[in-house]
Structure formats: C-alpha cells, structure tokens
C-alpha cells in the first residue's frame, strides 16, 4: 500500500537565506503557487510534506519527512515555518482559513507520531482546526515571517533581472 494523502494546498514554498537574511521562494523565479500535500505513509507510520510548482514548469519544490519533534510554527496567520536540519522551510498561504486546515492537519499528525498514536485514536483526514486556529508561535531563535504584502506582490508580478 502506497502513501495516503492527509490534506492539500495552494501555497507558496520558500526557504530562508540565512546570509541574506530574507526568504527566498523555491524553484526560481518568477515566484508561483505550489500544491503542497501532507502524506502518510501507513506501514512505515512516516509523514512527509510534498509541493510541487503548478506554474510555469512544473516541479517538486519540496520532499520533506516530518519526524518526532518536528515543531511547526504558524507564524502569522498566513505563513508557516518550520527546520529541517540546517534548512528552514516556509509555506505562504493565500488565505488564513487554508492556512489554519493545513496546519491543523499537520499539527494532528505530529501529536499523533509524538504520542505514538494510531489513526484510531487520531482523525487523520483532513478537516478543521481542533479548538480553531491556534495563536502564532514563533520558533525561538527562528526567522522573521516575511511582510504578507511582500509575498503578494512577488507572487503577483514576476521579477525583472
């Protein structure tokens, strides 16, 4: 049995330039949206997150296993962070509702592996935020949300080098 998909979204994946100090979108430029799927897989009771660019070729832009401890952080309503090694990893939402579904599913399977839960005791489908969205939580020592209204207007308009 292959892996099963726990929820999907549009968003814009990004990585954090540590020497620049900005978030950089993944693929190239210009920036564009990516369906960005959280996958179980049932055996191996193994996650991952998976973004492949729609537009204007598309391409995986991101294959990242989320393991025990994982922390994600919904950094502002729209934005979602979280590390992998020495990579930090960025998801920019187009609406807060799509943003708090994602992260609900993905925080449910984090608690789950955290817990050593199966999908008995866990709803694993996609659906709701338990208690609704949960109040931003930056990682300390993690970087700065990029501005909503820079992420916009950089998936808005392609860049001219």
Known sequence: MGE???????AAVLLYDEVQRQWQPVGGSPP?????????????????LLGRRLQ???QVVLDCALGRGLRYSQTTPQFHQWRQGRRV???????PPEAARF????LRALRALDT????????????GVPGGPQT???????????????IAAALARPRRF
Not at 116 to 123: A, F, I, M
């Open 103 to 106: 992260a609900g599913a993905v």
């Open 4 to 10: 099963q998909l726990l929820c999907s979204s549009r």
């Open 136 to 150: 931003p939580q930056p990682t300390p020592g993690s970087p700065p949300a990029p501005p909503p209204h820079r």
């Open 32 to 48: 564009g949206p990516s369906c960005v799927q959280l996958l179980l897989h049932p055996q191996t009771r193994s996650l991952r």
């Open 89 to 95: 990893w960025g998801l920019s939402f187009a609406a």
């Open 56 to 58: 204007p070729e598309p």
């Open 116 to 127: 050593g839960e199966g999908p008995g005791g866990v709803r694993w489908g996609p659906g």
